[in-house]
């Protein structure tokens, strides 16, 4: 959770000296994340959104190549083999069928693993959101749908899009569980999340869990979050970050100390700064590549354009 | 060699290509028990099971969405979209997605969908099912388009649509699905995707069309009198540029006969690339033969809305006497 939170700052940093492009940071919902990206195996997939650098990180994509796809560079996304994660989605709720297509696929090949799918409050919203979960309901699918409700997309709040009391009772029209879990508390999460997989991977179909949390940052880089909500809340919600809640756990039963602290800061220090490191020195892409993956064999109409570079 | 129709031979090659290799899996609405509204996938379900012939819910977007993900995990998905009209719900899964995914991923995923849906006019159906919207599919980078014309073009090109390992928009004509019959070879072969078919050789004139226009070019041919060089493209993208400025170069004059709207249409693409490659081998201006930029009529005026012979007689005729 550190690690994802150095990591946004690191990139809002970087994003503001012009070496990143637009940037989504997490902080806030770095439990929701990490809890629930733990509580899968290695081989079991993974269909992001836009804001899952926690996911990503708990399950340890490279660093660099986060860095160098938020910094225009596409290959960020050429997943590394022994990862089954998507690359990052930007339209909202789109990805939420793939996940369905790809359980299917697990299904029918009798594989036993897992679909954990991620979204937000505002793609609840959409149809795909609805084509997929009544599609996994169906078949009943082993998909984890892990919905981060954190109160806004962009400057619409929760309350403008869904007359729904919670998220997560949405299930209940799909047929199958709903749960709705405390997005700040990373024990949580990981235990309703292991259930649910668990749940999934002995055939008994999906689940949605809405992860009750907050964006305490800007939608983007590109948003300014104070022309529509308040300090207080923001404040408020800042309180209960879940890093700070997890760190006051840890004193409680004298898990954390000065020293455990100063080493882990060290630790991460030195992880993001050799990730900036790898990723500045990454030479630039040869133009040829933005042919060369349109298609399997490239056509004569694109063979010709190139030329023209 | 068995006589049949072109709904005949694209089942049998579905049922071949679903027996040679089990990856690939057809889904769609009333696929399943009811064979598909038009029969193509029947007797499907009997022979392969409910896991491999999935009747859907009634999703359009969320049937693209899922062939995606599908496609991405390992099976080959022939979705049917039960009408082309249909098919708009789903242009964000075929634009943003199916297309994109290994551009995306920089060529970890790939995503061998094929997209088969009923196109084009003819039948004097509902509104919303006798359009012609494949210049839209053309547009896309990293989409292929096929048209087949013939019962045996169809089943050699929806075996190589199925095994292409990129998204194949499948376009039937439904016009002839069941309008004629031919000798189709029974062991499975392929039509390469991108090559067109010389329908007729001619020195007079090129027409080049695809889809259910075909019929209608030979007619009008050979009612014409006039010795038309025949082009049916198959594959609009990519399109079979060298068969076509071969045939231009040779006949130095052209007709583009399409039943889609002519602002746009596909015959804009042909006649430009034409220009861009022949243009000083032309006799006269080319002429294209369309739709109209009108919305497609229901049945009682949809006769009036499809270039017919007479029509393309006249271009001909035009053309000819330049």
Known sequence: MLLTRAFDEKALLLQRQGRLGTYAVSRGQEAAQIGSALALKNDDWVVPSFREQGVFIALGYPLHQLYQYWGWDERGMNIPKKFSILPITIPVSAQIPHAVGIAYALKLRNEKKVVACYFGDGGTSKGDFHEGLNMAGVWALPVVFICQNNQWAISVSRKKQSASKTLAQKAISYGFEGIQVDGNDVFGIYKVVSEAVKKARSGKGPSLIECFTYRIGDHTTSDDASRYRSKKEVESWIKKDPIERLRKYMKKKEMWTKMYEKQLKKKIGKQVKEAVERFEKIPKQNPEEMFRYVYAEMPWFLKEEMRDI | ?322
Not at chain 2, 133 to 141: K, Q
Not at chain 2, 229 to 254: M, N, Q, W, Y
Not at chain 2, 275 to 297: C, K, M, Q, W
């Open chain 2, 1 to 322: 060699m068995p006589v049949m129709n072109m709904v005949n031979a694209l089942n049998l090659a579905l049922r071949q290509e679903m027996k040679k290799d089990n990856s690939v899996v057809v889904l769609g609405e009333d696929v399943g028990i009811n064979g598909g509204v038009f029969r193509v996938t029947d007797g499907l379900l009997k022979l392969y099971g409910k896991k491999r012939v999935i009747d859907t819910p009634l999703a359009e977007s969320g049937i693209i969405g899922a062939s995606i993900g599908m496609a991405i995990n390992g099976l080959r998905p022939v979705a049917e979209i039960q009408f082309s009209g249909f098919m708009y719900s789903t242009f964000d899964q075929i634009i943003s997605h199916a297309s994109r995914i290994r551009n995306r991923s920089r060529g970890r995923y790939s995503c061998p969908v094929v997209i088969r849906t009923p196109y084009s006019g003819g039948i004097k159906a509902l509104e919303h099912h006798s359009e012609s919207m494949e210049a839209l599919y053309t547009h896309i980078p990293g989409i292929k388009v096929v048209i087949p014309s013939t019962p045996a073009d169809a089943k050699g090109l929806l075996i190589s649509a199925i095994r292409d390992p990129d998204p194949v928009i499948f376009l039937e004509p439904k016009r002839i699905y069941r309008a004629v019959k031919e000798y189709v070879q029974e062991n499975e072969y392929i039509i390469p995707i991108g090559k067109a078919r010389l329908v007729r050789e001619g020195n007079q004139v090129s027409i080049i069309c695809w889809g259910a226009m075909v019929r209608e070019c030979e007619r009008a041919v050979l009612q014409s009198g006039i010795d038309a060089e025949i082009i049916d493209l198959r594959s609009l993208k990519p399109f079979d540029v060298d068969l076509i400025i071969e045939s231009v170069k040779k006949t130095r004059r052209v007709v583009v006969v399409h039943e889609a709207p002519k602002t746009n249409g596909f015959g804009a693409e042909i006649i430009a690339t034409i220009n861009e490659n022949a243009l000083l081998y032309l006799d006269a201006p080319p002429i294209r033969v369309t739709g109209f930029d009108s919305v497609i009529p229901l049945g009682k005026l949809e006769d009036v809305y499809l270039p017919n012979v007479e029509r393309i007689n006249k271009a001909l005729q035009k053309v000819v006497s330049f």
